[in-house]
Nanobody, 116 residues
Framework: QVRLVESGGGSVQAGGSLRLSCVASSYTACLGWFRQAPGKERERVATWDSAGIPYYADSVKGRFTISRDYAKNALFLQMNSLKQEDTAMYYC?????????????WGKGTQVTIST
């Protein structure tokens, strides 16, 4: 069992920035960020696998940066140039294997709200 705890969400105006953090109770090969807005399906935002290769959804490329601190079992998401459509609950997720399969563990989420 892997426990994931997110932090860093909040409310900012469009164009602003937020930095999300996730601390995992143990190492897993794949860590990632997902989000779900009300009435919408959950979306893969960014993932970081054991090869150190980041993946970004097209909707966040150039604005979001994922990073990982292996020593602290931590994952970060720097979000810049935030848009109203970025408003969602953001979840940290983990998987023992690579990031190609379904995630196996989920945090409780942190809310991000972008206002105009």
């Amino acid at each position: 069992q892997v426990r994931l705890v997110e932090s860093g969400g909040g409310s900012v105006q469009a164009g602003g920035s937020l930095r999300l953090s996730c601390v995992a109770s143990s190492y897993t090969a794949c860590l990632g960020w997902f989000r779900q807005a009300p009435g919408k399906e959950r979306e893969r935002v960014a993932t970081w696998d054991s090869a150190g290769i980041p993946y970004y959804a097209d909707s966040v490329k150039g604005r979001f940066t994922i990073s990982r601190d292996y020593a602290k079992n931590a994952l970060f998401l720097q979000m810049n140039s935030l848009k109203q459509e970025d408003t969602a609950m953001y979840y940290c997720a983990a998987r023992w294997g690579d990031c190609l399969g379904a995630m196996e563990y989920w945090g409780k989420g942190t809310q991000v709200t972008i206002s105009t």
